[in-house]
């Protein structure tokens, strides 16, 4: 239980860079980023409404999104997010910030594979 929470923490705090990401392929509403996040993960991750909605919320306020509403002509009114230009530069900052880290932690963890690995005879 234990590793399947540190998953959710290291994806809760990127959230919102996941959400750009999604995002910046086409305008989209709520329920279709989820699909789209689903889809991408290969089903590995399913992101909450609320979770999703609060950090539209917090996109929109920070000025990476804007929100406009869509025709109603294919049913339901919806309300459209695309990415803005301060947004496309924060995605581009938040894959640098998750690659630095992500290099880190394979350093680090990395070390930790070899000497597990010498001092179980190479196995696993």
Do not use: C
Request: hydrophobic fraction near 30%.
């Amino acid at each position: 239980m234990a590793a399947r929470d540190a998953e959710s923490d290291l994806i809760r705090g990127n959230i919102d860079a996941i959400v750009l990401r999604s995002l910046s392929k086409h305008d989209s509403y709520g329920y279709e980023i989820l699909k789209d996040i689903a889809a991408t993960s290969q089903g590995e991750y399913e992101m909450k409404e609320p979770s999703l909605y609060t950090s539209l919320k917090r996109l929109e306020k920070q000025g990476f999104i804007e929100g406009y509403w869509g025709s109603e002509s294919q049913g339901a009114r919806r309300k459209y997010y695309r990415v803005t230009p301060a947004g496309a530069q924060e995605l581009d900052a938040a894959i640098g910030r998750w690659r630095r880290a992500r290099r880190v932690i394979d350093q680090l963890l990395g070390q930790t594979d070899q000497h597990s690995t010498s001092q179980n005879g190479g196995n696993r």
